[in-house]
């Protein structure tokens, strides 16, 4: 189990990097690619050994399910792992990774790249609106999605994520710098997932499916602020920071 938390850390730190890539290349302006996880397995299929990537992907995210569902079920390392909302959280991370992991498997499989997050974002609240009390829940789980972005941003600058790394052997500077990464990845993760929830938020006010918005879309209206693109690309290079910190927990964190 220890073999496959790390593999899909891993893993998850890859597809983390290529979203930032492909967001840096959007603030840049000169990329159409969807930065968002169906741009980034496009664009890991794009490249030479894109076959051999696409199934590391498949079989580090299916390790990554299979943890968060254990800890689900047994519970997580650590004094504070076996309460029932981590136990829950994982049980959410677990359903989430679920779902990347078929996505790239019917990639790898050649029956499609996964839908795009902005096109999943409007049918799930085009869905959503055709219940009574849909409005409702597309507004509650935009809340949900600002409440995470602050928290995961606090957490963050707060460097709690240090409390699961086991860098007692790592030199002074690498601690450091894996901290220097967790935070400032860790701030910018949480910042699409704040811009994501607004516009659920926006989308249930309006009645407008349309409004919601994925992580692409997400990260593209930040190039519309009066900061232009230079929020986005500072964001978009935190994305980056984020998916090597990934990379780093998958060598010490602790599982």
């Given at each position: 189990?220890?073999?496959?938390?790390?593999?899909?850390?891993?893993?998850?730190?890859?597809?983390?990097a290529?979203?930032?890539?492909i967001?840096?290349?959007?603030a840049l302006?000169?990329?159409?690619?969807q930065?968002?996880?169906?741009?980034?397995?496009?664009?890991?299929?794009?490249?030479?050994?894109?076959?051999?990537?696409?199934?590391?992907?498949?079989?580090?995210?299916?390790?990554?399910?299979l943890?968060?569902?254990?800890?689900?079920?047994?519970?997580?390392a650590?004094?504070?792992?076996?309460?029932?909302?981590?136990?829950?959280?994982?049980?959410?991370?677990?359903?989430?990774y679920?779902?990347?992991?078929?996505?790239?498997?019917?990639f790898?499989?050649?029956?499609?790249?996964?839908?795009s997050?902005?096109?999943?974002?409007?049918?799930?609240?085009?869905?959503?609106?055709?219940?009574?009390?849909?409005r409702?829940?597309?507004?509650?789980?935009?809340v949900?999605?600002?409440?995470?972005?602050?928290?995961?941003?606090?957490?963050?600058?707060?460097?709690?994520?240090l409390?699961?790394l086991?860098?007692?052997?790592?030199?002074?500077?690498?601690?450091?710098v894996?901290?220097?990464?967790?935070?400032?990845?860790?701030?910018?993760?949480?910042?699409?997932?704040?811009?994501?929830g607004?516009?659920?938020?926006?989308?249930?006010?309006?009645?407008?499916?349309?409004?919601?918005?994925?992580?692409?879309?997400?990260?593209?209206?930040?190039?519309?602020?009066?900061?232009?693109?230079?929020?986005?690309?500072?964001v978009?290079?935190?994305?980056?920071?984020?998916?090597?910190?990934s990379?780093?927990?998958a060598?010490?964190?602790?599982v």
């Amino acid at each position: 189990m220890a073999v496959l938390a790390r593999a899909g850390l891993f893993a998850r730190g890859v597809l983390y990097a290529l979203i930032g890539m492909i967001a840096i290349q959007i603030a840049l302006g000169s990329t159409g690619r969807q930065a968002d996880s169906s741009g980034a397995v496009r664009l890991a299929a794009a490249t030479p050994f894109g076959s051999v990537i696409l199934w590391l992907l498949v079989l580090g995210f299916a390790g990554l399910t299979l943890w968060r569902l254990s800890e689900a079920i047994w519970g997580a390392a650590g004094p504070d792992g076996h309460g029932r909302a981590p136990r829950l959280a994982s049980l959410g991370k677990g359903i989430i990774y679920g779902f990347v992991t078929w996505g790239i498997l019917k990639f790898a499989l050649g029956f499609g790249a996964p839908a795009s997050s902005d096109r999943q974002s409007r049918d799930l609240t085009a869905t959503a609106f055709k219940y009574s009390g849909g409005r409702l829940a597309v507004a509650i789980a935009g809340v949900i999605f600002v409440v995470a972005g602050v928290y995961l941003a606090y957490q963050a600058y707060r460097a709690k994520f240090l409390r699961n790394l086991q860098l007692g052997s790592a030199s002074a500077r690498t601690r450091k710098v894996v901290t220097w990464f967790g935070k400032f990845g860790g701030i910018a993760r949480g910042a699409v997932f704040v811009t994501i929830g607004i516009f659920l938020v926006v989308a249930a006010i309006e009645a407008r499916p349309g409004q919601a918005k994925g992580i692409d879309s997400a990260l593209r209206m930040l190039a519309r602020t009066p900061l232009g693109p230079w929020l986005l690309g500072v964001v978009a290079l935190g994305l980056v920071l984020f998916g090597v910190f990934s990379c780093c927990e998958a060598r010490w964190r602790r599982v």
